[in-house]
């Protein structure tokens, strides 16, 4: 087998996302599965689940998984990469437990996770880490054999995953009325977490900010050499849902247009940067109530798409794939990464982006199925 297309020692790859419900019925199930041992109120559930309804009690998220499924299996096919890849989620079906227990029962042995996440966080990361371990743990119970689980590096910053995004700004400024177009900020935007979550993010802290940070730079002077306009621009927050007196990163998406209404600024196109699909937080927070914001202030807004099923994105995860490959068996392949942080680390450090409590988490260096 040629190496450019050798996948070993891995025998599989698996798409490890959230998961949404896909009807009303699954709503409120699937927020208790999501808020299991935080004491959220039946009541705030049902409050929550008025987003979903919204839009028939179904979250995109599941159809655009299917969706990059059939991409990444699209692209290792047409490139001669014989890797089976399978999906599963952590707070629907199709389960992550459910789907390592088939993997085993395939006879898949060393098996490589790519997050629907592109970012250092404890939510974004080591919660995907730690879901993993609770799987294998539930392997271990069955007596079934556990097979190595591996995760794939932060992906923010590599070209698949910038180019499309950059391209969804330019579309989206095309969307602006003329007028106000070379005017408009770039306003970048992520899920809020608590700002002490932030802090601890990566191996040495604040690496959950930095990165946004970082690729929204990028993305910014891409959109200024295409267009010859230097956009001002920002990052703000979005999807807050922890108590009023936990500090989280701020300023809201919805604060944030208010100001620059009250600055004159002509017009804004919102930038999804910290999303990989467009899921609830995307068309409840940005294209619902965002929006309606803009709409009230009488402020011109875009929005531009996530990467999605992108064929540049599914790309790139086989070219991660074979990188990773490549590393573990003792080679040193190229690692594309744009910006100033460089490529992230294979393997997450002992003690990278802590939890409120401390639970075992695989696919990294304190891995106790190593």
């Known amino acids: 087998m040629s190496d450019v297309l050798d996948a070993r020692p891995y025998d599989a790859l698996l798409l490890l996302s959230f998961g949404g419900p896909e009807g009303p019925e699954d709503v409120i199930p699937f927020l208790e599965n999501v808020t299991r041992g935080r004491g959220i109120p039946r009541e705030r559930l049902a409050e929550v689940g008025q987003h979903y309804h919204l839009f028939g009690g179904v979250s995109p998220i599941n159809a655009q998984n299917r969706e990059l499924l059939a991409a990444l299996r699209e692209d290792f096919a047409a490139h001669g990469l014989d890797l089976p890849v399978y999906w599963g989620n952590r707070n629907w079906a199709p389960y992550l437990t459910d789907t390592l227990r088939q993997m085993v029962k395939d006879g898949r042995r060393r098996v490589l996770t790519l997050a629907t996440s592109a970012y250092a966080s404890y939510s974004g990361c080591r919660q995907y880490r730690e879901n993993l371990a609770d799987a294998l743990a539930a392997l271990d119970r069955e007596g079934l054999a556990r097979p190595r689980v591996d995760k794939l590096r932060h992906y923010f910053n590599h070209p698949g995953f910038v ?11 095309a969307e602006l009325p003329a007028g106000v177009r070379d005017g408009a900020h770039l306003v970048f935007t992520t899920h809020s977490v608590p700002t002490a979550q932030a802090e601890t993010s990566g191996p040495a802290g604040g690496a959950y900010v930095a990165q946004h940070l970082d690729v929204a730079r990028v993305i910014a002077d891409a959109v200024r050499a295409e267009t010859g306009v230097d956009r001002p621009w920002e990052l703000v927050y979005q999807s807050r849902s922890g108590a009023p007196h936990v ?8 604060d944030h247009l208010a100001d620059l209404h009250g600055r004159g600024v002509p017009g804004a196109v919102m930038v999804p940067v910290g999303f990989v699909s467009d899921h609830m937080e995307v068309i409840y927070d940005l294209d619902t109530e965002a929006r309606a914001k803009a709409e009230e202030l009488g402020l011109p807004v875009a929005r531009s798409a996530t990467v999605g099923a992108d064929p540049r994105f599914a790309a790139a995860v086989r070219e991660l794939v074979l990188e990773r490959a490549a590393a573990e068996r003792g080679g040193h392949p190229e690692r594309r990464a744009l910006g100033a942080l460089g490529p992230s680390h294979d393997v997450c450090p002992a003690g990278c982006c802590p939890g409120r409590t401390e639970r075992p988490a695989a696919a990294g260096a304190d891995s106790p199925y190593a």
Do not use: N
């Open 163 to 173: 180019r499309p995004v950059t391209d969804g700004v330019l579309a989206a400024l």
């Open 247 to 254: 500090p989280w990163l701020e300023p809201d998406i919805c």
